[in-house]
Structures are given as C-alpha cells and as structure tokens.
C-alpha cells in the first residue's frame, strides 16, 4: 500500500498518528539543522520535516538528495506545526518523516511546475504531463469532468438516452471537410470521420428514442484557425414530438442547471433576441449582452448634409464609448488605426466627443452641426463624457468592423467580466446565406433545417428572406450551442436538396437513407449541439479552450508531444491499396 | 404543443381529464361500429378510441385512413375502460379522440415492428430505425445508457475524473492492425485511430491526475470474427500510487455496485484464481464457473496401460457431463462429431459411462479395466450416472477442445443462466506469449505490462514462465476487463522494448515520449480497461453485443443501413496526396 492518505486530508484531528504519503517533491528547504519538503499530490500539498533533534542523520542525508519532481513515499508521525499556513488544507501540521522511499527519481523538469510557469506555449506542449501537474492546467481538467457529469445527469434525469452513434460513418462533400479512413476490408473505400452525428441523432428519433443525447468528438479538416481544433467535443441532443419553445426550455433548463451547479449563479429566464435584431442592435449574431455600447443607425441623421463619405455609405452606425470623451488625440489616433487593420477592415472613423459639459465635438464639425451631433447621440444613447464612434460602408461589413470595435472597447474597458454571466436565445435564424464564392445560397445551419411554417414558397421569390426555425444560445459572447427544428417529411427534405443544388442523384447517394426514413412515419423532431470545448471553457471564467482540453493540438493540427501525424511503413499503405502522390 | 402526457401515463386518476398525445399507429381494430387504435411511443402504448356513438363520422372515416406507424397526434377525453389490460401500465384506461391530426404518414414497413419481428437480419441493419422502435432494440439501448450513468456515478463518487484522450494519435506496428486518417495540412502523413488510449492515460498519470477514466470509443482494423466490431466502446481507468491489490478491490467495488443497481443482484467477493490453475482446471484463461465439470488430469491413471493414443499424448484429460451416462450411442456419437469438427479439432474421444448403478462401461474396455475407469471418475468427480469425457493430445490444444466440450455442454444443460452472474479475477498472467508466425515472444496483454517483482532475470533464462501483474475480469466466462500494473520506469521499458524486440530508433520513434514522461518522476501506476459492449450484453442477460450497439456494422466492417465505406471524389484523394493502386 503506497499510502493512507492523501495529501491534502490531514489536519490536527490525525495529530500523533502514523501516516503513509505517497507524491511528488515539490520544494525543499533546507536550513541544515532542518528540512522541510513540500510533497504534492493531485489533491493537495503535506509538509514533510526532517530535523536533526528527530531524524537520524542518514534519513536527513537521504532527504538532502531528494531532488524537485522527484516521486517518494513516506512514513512518519503527524505533528502540530509551529507557524501554521492558513491558506492550506493541512496547514496546521506537518509529518515528521520516519522512513523514506525514492519511487522513482526525476530530472529536472523543462520548466518550473508552479501555478505560474516558466514554460513557454511550445514546450508545455510538449511536455504536457508536466503542465498537468500544475494547478491551472489540471484544474481545468478536473472541472472540465464535473460539468461533463453535470450535464449527463441533468439530461438523465430528463429521461434523455445516452445513445453512441457510430465513428466510421460516410463522407458527404456538403459542409466542412471530412477526416476519412480508408478501409482494408473494402479496397478504394473510405470511411469518413463525423463532423456530427447529425443524420444518427435524426434517425434516431425516426426510430422513437424520443429524447436523445451524447458526449461525442466530432472532426473537422479544416485550415485551423487560432483556438479551433481538428477534433472537438459536442454535447450533441435531439428531441422528438417538440416544436422551438419545447427545445428551447429544456435546454435553457440545463444551461440553468449548469450555472447554479457550478459556478453557483442564479440568472433570469433568458432573453431572445431574433437574428435579424442582434444583427441590427450588436452588429453579430452572438452578441455579448453583459454590457451595453448598442449600435445607434445614424442613417435618418447623418445623410442629409453633403459629406460624401456617409452619403454614398449603405449603413452609417454608430456606438457611445463609455468615458471616452477625456481620450487624447493621440489614443483617438490610435483607435481610428485599431479599426483600420486588416483584421477589422474599416476605410475610416468618425467620432463625436460628447463632452461632460454636454458639447459636442467632432472629427466632421465641417459637415455637421451640434443639432446633427446631438442627434447622433442620441441615437447612440451617448451620455456626457462618451465619445461616438462612426462607421459608415456596406452594411453587413460595417455592421462587423463596429461589433469588432464594441467588443475590443468591452475588453478594454473590463466590462465583460468572467465571473458575469449573460446567457441570450437568438432566434429565427435566416435558413440560407448567401455565398460568393461559388454564387449561390448554402443552408446556414444545415440541409436538415426546417423553414419556418409558411415560408417555403419565399423560397422561390426572395430566399434570403426565408427564416428557419433555427437557434442560437449565447453566453458571454460565445456561441454555445445551436440547432434547429428538423423537415421530417421527405417531400420537403427533397425539395431542400434539390434548392440547395444537389442533383437527385447525389441526394440519393448521399442522404438517400434519411429520406427513405422520413417514409417510414418519421415524428417531428429537433435539437441542439453544445460545444462543450467552449462551454467549459466560458464557465470557468475563461475564452481561451486549449487548457480544458487535456492533449490539444497546434495550428497545423499536430500533436507536438507524440509527434503526430508521422509517416506510415509503405506495407501499411499497400494493405490499403494506397499510395502517395508526390 | 404535441403532447401533455407520454403513452404509459394515464390512469385512472386521468378519468374525464383532456389529453394531447402524439405517437405511432401500433395496431388498429375496426369492428365496424369501434375502432381502437394502440397509440406506441418509446414509453408504452395507449389505447385510442372512436366509436360510433361518441364519434363524429368524419371522425371515423379519419381513423379508417391510418396505417401501420403512421405518426399521429390527439386530442381526447380519458375514459374507463369496459375490459381492462392489467399487463400494461395504462391498461385501465382508453382514450376516446376528439381531435386527430396525421402528423406523418408511413409506408408499409419491410418487417413487423413488433416484439417478434419477421424481419431477418440484414433488413433490420438495412433500417436499423425501425428495428430500434421493437422493444427488444430499444429496451437494450435504454439499458446500456443506464449502465453507462452507472458506471460514471460509480467512479466519479470514488474521486476518477473522466478525462477525454484525443482520436487523432500516432500509428503503431506493435498489436492489432490500426485505423489511419490522412492527414491532408501535413501531406504524406497519418493520424491512427487509437486501440485503446493506453500510453495517453499513463501519461496522465504521469501528470499527477491519480485517478482516470473514460468510456471511450477504440478502433481495430482486424478480419471480423462475429460478434467483433471495428469501433468498440471501453470503459478505460488508470490509477496512481497503486499496487494490483488495490486495483482489483476498486473494480470489484465497481462490478458488484452494476450487478446491484443494474440487476438487484447481491455478489460475494469474487474468487481469485490464477492464469495456471484457470488453464489447468477449465482449459481456458475465461472460465465459465456458473457451473462445474471441472477438468481431471489423468496422464497418471489412464498412461500405464497398452493405450498408444494415451501414452503419446502430453496431457490426457476428461470432464464428467452431468446426466449423460443415459445418452444412447448415436448421442455419443454425436458428440464425438461435435469435438472432431475443424472449429474444435480434436482427432477423437474416449468416453466413459458412469451407470446409476455404479458400472462403468467405456469406450475403451480394451484397455483398461473397472479399478482404472474408477480412478478416472474420482480424477474427474464424476458422479453416478455421468458421462465422462476424455481428450488427449497436446496440452494447450486439447485444454482449448475440452474447454469448448466443456461450454458446449454448459449450454446444451442449460447451466448457463442469464441471470446468474459468477465473477471471477484471472490472476497472475504470463508476460509473453510464443507466437508461432513470427517465432518470437509478444507482450500478452501489451509492453507497459510490469514483470512480476523479481522476476525480470527469468527473461533471460525461461521468458515463458515469467508472470505479470496481470489480471482479467471475468463474468460468466466472458472476459470483461483486463488490466496490468505498468512499467513506469525508463530503464525497465527501454529494457522490455528491447526485449519485444524493437530496436532502439523503433522503441524511441514510437514510444520515445513516454521513457521521456518516465525521467520525470513518474509515479507507480496501473490500470484496466472493460469492453463496455460485452459488459452490458452480459449484465443484459445476453452472449451477442449487436443489439446493445446502436448502429453496429456487419462482419465485412460495413454498415449497410448508410452503406459505408464508399469511394470518395477524386479531388478529395488529391487534396490527400494519396491516388489508389488498384
């Protein structure tokens, strides 16, 4: 038995009693006559001490060679320590050390194993065993689990099935890139990896499983961005006999549930707010309601006077930077230049710096008189000591260079607080979206989305128009989870392909087993994924996932510590009837 | 709204109130002047009702055009019912509709979704979403769901955080054949589907997370044996500062709390018993210990006399079959049949009637007389009025005949009960096992398996007696789990490497980071690893896993309901690097 207790359970109840540690050196001081040794586990922190009045001198020489990581095992006498530590869960006592185990040694680590390291990104990468060790990484983890079983628990309780729907699925060319795996047993065959179980779930409520859920990785081969990674867990859902409100209740339920269960927060029933209105007030369909800086359309009050620039704009918006009056030239400057870079794309800024003293000034005083600024301020809910900033252009563009800026001034100005939660529905979804690439409408969810009821013939006249009973929650900013009512009959679903381009042929090849389902009596149905990468990662205060995430990937979608991907043995690609191109 | 109640709510306590109830048309009775309808969803059936004298005719001509799973939606008031069903929950009541809406019409479907269904087995893959609306499919599903939160509740109580391992890893050479996913941003290389998360979860620990699991999903590209699927599930754990002692009381702990919460069976600590006595005393690492016919060695009874075929063989051997000295000769012959066929392989069998009176008559009167027979029937205790069955050859080929006698028998008496549930360790393994193809020796159960302590010299002298701290849960002669107590030394790995014989470079490229993880203080570990399909089969009371698999493929890998593998574009390989051979 390698120990009795762990090391963070004794405190002055076990005083006199003989204990059993077992964990990893984490300090040591040693003042000669005494030493201490921190020695750590997952749970906590002990105080080992070894003193010349106590320890017979070749225990104290066998401590003098312990080194930092290395792993022992103890045995001693809890003592009541002289000065305690408050902050720790045994910082009452300390074990005399009577006999000492090296477990196995260590070298000295690549970085320093401290809540705050040394290590640089590549190298915790690299020796991710290590960064678990330290606290922040390996909390991450651990609550990481907890809302895991939260989750499973409140949907079990909700009747909701755990069903696993399968890995080695089909590729279809519709959506975002597969993983595929080739297949042995059927030469020139491939499997592809899901992106989600989305058809599974679906033919699952086909099949009257009724309320559906599951824990799943799904894949993605896409060019990643910052903070994306090829593979990604979704807490995937469906529910059958349901419309909108049914799924939006339910899971506003558990998203309640996971806030009071763990981050101990009560929030209201949450808001809904249509797409089109997020678009309009916020500039993005994941707003981040926890403060305000709404856009104020200036169009009506800014168009009437010759400055070209705003004449000849689409959309001429604006928002009311909080305190922003007393900025200098300079920061003003600076900001103008923030707006301008690539990343965000503005041509220009104009402002209006509604003074304490309630003037108005502005970089367009040539065009505009105070009536004018007033009224933009107005529009903008500016207060006195605010300063209006104005973007002008296309309107979906701008529209997107301003929420950049909004939520850049949000940062700034520490207003979106980690520990503030600001849970948002954003509804009627638009059911198709406009792509330039290759010229006509892709679904904006996926084919498997139903219009809204009575909408299916704006199809043929002003698609774009066409809402879909499709669903958002927003928290903080973030998109946590999406989905949508499903078509369940296969006329429409055919219809839907056909619209979206497919020939009768590919829909057959393709999905032809889910509109054969839909001939089979299949129920109205519905659901919702989470990202649960995401969803963890904004309930723990943070925006970055990678740390919730035990081994993550790089940017090129490489695993650093093992190496992979890496090459195969030629004998392998043959018993897969493959060979490289270049 | 589609529903207030499921279809196994109402009761009498429901009498006269209005419902809305959604679900599929199970059965239809029109008598002319009454229809009854059975209304179906995942929670039971309802009984519907339009009668002549309470219904409006249009009504009824309404009811009249429903069809077999036809997906509808009522309105109606609940009523006593006349002659009362006690054998379902809502057998009390019936509905009598107001209001019927066909939310979905049905084709015909291929096979009756009943109980019973006379669908074969390819239809029911082919549309595995009607087969899961037969209770026996969707009971096993619910089932295996509870097992799971179970499973989950069990160790999360006991401190296991569940931690996820990622899918995309490195392949290896060493074990069964991997799955591997081209990796299209790093061309000519490959990501492999894990067998199991092994090296990741000793890493884990390596990290100082103590305590893991996951129920995770693990790939193998082997040749199908039935009943043996591609992508199979694993209840996966891994333990810190551990030796086997503890790591079979904390699985046992896991394995009777599912055999009380899931089956309300009571078990007593499960019998330990080791590799070597299981082989000698069943001919099997797995034995079935529901029931007896232990083997009886019998070289020194049966070798002494003029019986060439005895006195060659290495092991001479026999079971007593309960009853079977009744068996009449064209039985026995059968049985004789039964052990020569391919599948078992033995060249013949000596048999020996143990009469009610206390006779015994064999096969081989011959040569031995009443004295030797008696000693053959204490050997293998039989009792009067048993059949003994006696094999020779080889002795691990013919423990593997006697054994499948042996569960062949099991069955046939029906001694095998579903609901009963014997557990058993299988302790104390051999590292290596002599694989004949490639001459050498192979891990038994993997290389991270630890030697026995001390026994690491014995690898030079005789490899095949050295045992490993090792062990298997079985479960009415199913292995459900298996597990080892871990290198977690450099030295001994590297060592143990070179001994499975990988060179250096090889040891290092595939396994490089985990003697890495080793230098830095990694701490006494070790696991087990369940194969979640199997278990709940088991628990299920059942020997074949598909049904508890959702989507499960057939024995060529495919899965034929969406009929995958299948070829992908040829823009697709190119984006790959990869063009076919063939």
Known sequence: MYRDHNNSELNLSFITKKVTLSGWVQKIRDKGFIIWVDLRDRYGITQLVFDSERTSSALIEQARELGREFVIQVEGEVLERESKNENMSTGDIEVLVEKLTVLNSSETP????????DGGEDLRMKYRYLDIRRNPVKNKLIFRSKVSMAVRNYLSQQDFVEVETPYLIKSTPEGARDFVVPSRMNAGEFYALPQSPQTFKQ?????GL???FQIVKCFRDEDLRADRQPEFTQ???EMTFVEQEDILNTFEGLTKHLLKEINGVDVQDFPRMTYDEAMK????????????MKFGELNDVAQHKDFKVFNEAELVVG??????????RKEIDKLIDWVKRPQVGAKGMVYVKFNADGSLKSSVDKFYDETDLKAWAEQTQAQPGDLICVLSGEATATRAQLSALRMEMGNRLGLRKPDEFAPLWVIDFPLLEWDEDTQRYHAMHH???SPKVGQIPLLATDPGAVKANAYDLVLNGNEIGGGSIRIHDQKTQAMMFDYLGFTKEEAEAQFGFLMKAFTYGAPPHGGIAFGLDRLVAILGGQESIRDFIAFPKNNSGRDIMIDAPAPIDE???KELDLKLRS
Request: aromatic share 12%; net charge negative; with cysteine.
């Open 281 to 292: 007030t916020y500039g993005n369909d994941k707003p981040d309601i926890r403060f305000g």
């Open 235 to 237: 807490i995937d859902c």
């Open 447 to 449: 084919p498997f989305t």
């Open 319 to 328: 928002i009311a930077i909080p305190g922003g009056a007393s900025y200098s």
């Open 571 to 573: 004998e392998q690609l």
């Open 203 to 207: 033919l699952l409520m086909v099949g």
């Open 110 to 117: 690549p970085f320093t194993i401290e809540d705050k390291t």
């Open 210 to 212: 009724d309320k559906y």
